[in-house]
């Protein structure tokens, strides 16, 4: 086995959830979702350890806010829980969070309607 694979070994599903509960239950609920999404729980480890490896730099109350935050916005991976604690999103409340833009109804904007009809008229 490569020395990249063997390191996690030592870790386990229960292991990583273990870990997740003290943190909080946002935090439980995110990895036992991003182990669960998977059809071997393994392959969400490297997921679930960078989340854990953020410990290290950000507080537990912190990821706690940021694994929160992510699961509201359906955002279940690590890039996402850095992305918010980077962006110190995790302070801020989703409904101040930027929307995607509302798109309006223009005549000279074709809708599916038109490609539905087939020529056009």
């Given at each position: 086995?490569?020395?990249s694979?063997?390191?996690?070994l030592?870790w386990?599903p229960?292991?990583?959830l273990?870990?997740?509960r ?7 609920e995110l990895?036992e979702?991003v182990?669960?999404?998977?059809p071997h729980?393994?392959?969400g480890?490297?997921s679930?350890l960078?989340i ?7 507080d537990s ?7 929160a ?7 279940y991976s690590?890039?996402?829980v850095?992305?918010i604690?980077?962006k ?8 101040t969070l930027?929307q995607?833009p ?9 809708g599916a309607?038109?490609?539905i009809?087939?020529?056009?008229e």
């Open positions: 086995m490569p020395a694979h063997r390191r996690y030592e386990t229960s292991r990583i273990s870990w997740a003290s943190v909080g239950p946002a935090t439980a990895v979702t182990l669960n999404r998977r729980p393994e392959q480890f490297r679930c960078g854990f490896h953020l410990s290290k730099e950000y109350q912190r990821i706690e806010a940021a694994c935050k992510a699961i509201v916005l359906g955002a690590y890039r996402s850095q992305s604690l980077e110190n999103l995790d302070g801020v409340r989703t409904e930027p995607a509302v798109t309006t109804r223009h005549e000279n904007v074709r309607e038109y490609y009809q087939g020529d056009g």
